[in-house]
T-cell receptor, first 109, second 115 residues
Framework: EDKVVQSPLSLVVHEGDTVTLNCSYEVTNFRSLLWYKQEKKAPTFLFML????IEKKSGRLSSILDKKELSSILNITATQTGDSAIYLC?????????FGAGTRLTVKP | DSGVTQTPKHLITATGQRVTLRCSPRSGDLSVYWYQQSLDQGLQFLIQ???????AKGNILERFSAQQFPDLHSELNLSSLELGDSALYFC??????????????FGPGTRLTVL
């Protein structure tokens, strides 16, 4: 059965710290991996990584896809309190889209 | 604001009942997706419609059904409701049919409580 696992489940850091969130997957017919940020309600899109685009960067956030290791990392540098959220990883495969349980990031002032 | 609207915001009903959730996609988007988010199951993909036709099915129960209308809005019908159906139901939309290569924009969700 397809599986997406995120780690850690929860993380508490202080402003200015750098964090790395992990996502590993076991799916058939991998097509893409997506990262979302979920604050209070709806997830908002961060990055999409595919075989043709394995590294993305936007401001303080960056993500890399390792197709050999079947994993991805999301890096956030110089964290701010506004980065506090649940970060979801999702993998698109064939007919399905599987989400991980998420990493709850808390950034303390 | 993603441009995706969902109604109602909250819905409280009893076991055994049937409800309809409504979603209007972003202007120009042809694909609509439905997701269920519960505390124990996390976020789960239910179903995708593209330009009125069903394109992909995920973890959707047989008691649930959906459709997309000519004006591209979509409805998710949940019947014979059980306590375990209590969850946040999200609708998302995207421009194309290809889920793997285009960004989805999520609506604010409908919180369903089954008593």
């Amino acid at each position: 059965e397809d599986k997406v696992v995120q780690s850690p489940l929860s993380l508490v850091v202080h402003e200015g710290d750098t964090v790395t969130l992990n996502c590993s997957y076991e799916v058939t017919n991998f097509r893409s991996l997506l990262w979302y940020k979920q604050e209070k309600k709806a997830p908002t899109f961060l990055f999409m990584l595919t075989s043709s685009g394995i590294e993305k960067k936007s401001g303080r956030l960056s993500s890399i896809l390792d197709k050999k290791e079947l994993s991805s990392i999301l890096n956030i540098t110089a964290t701010q309190t506004g980065d506090s959220a649940i970060y979801l990883c999702a993998v698109e495969s064939g007919n399905d889209m599987r989400f991980g349980a998420g990493t709850r990031l808390t950034v303390k002032p | 604001d993603s441009g995706v609207t969902q109604t109602p915001k909250h819905l409280i009903t009893a076991t055994g009942q049937r409800v309809t959730l409504r979603c209007s996609p972003r202007s120009g988007d042809l694909s609509v997706y439905w997701y269920q988010q519960s505390l124990d199951q996390g976020l789960q993909f239910l179903i995708q419609y593209y330009n009125g036709e069903e394109r992909a099915k995920g973890n959707i129960l047989e008691r649930f059904s959906a459709q997309q209308f000519p004006d591209l809005h979509s409805e998710l019908n949940l019947s014979s409701l059980e306590l375990g159906d209590s969850a946040l139901y999200f609708c998302a939309s995207s421009l194309s049919v290809d889920r793997g290569n285009n960004e989805q924009f999520f609506g604010p969700g409908t919180r369903l409580t089954v008593l």
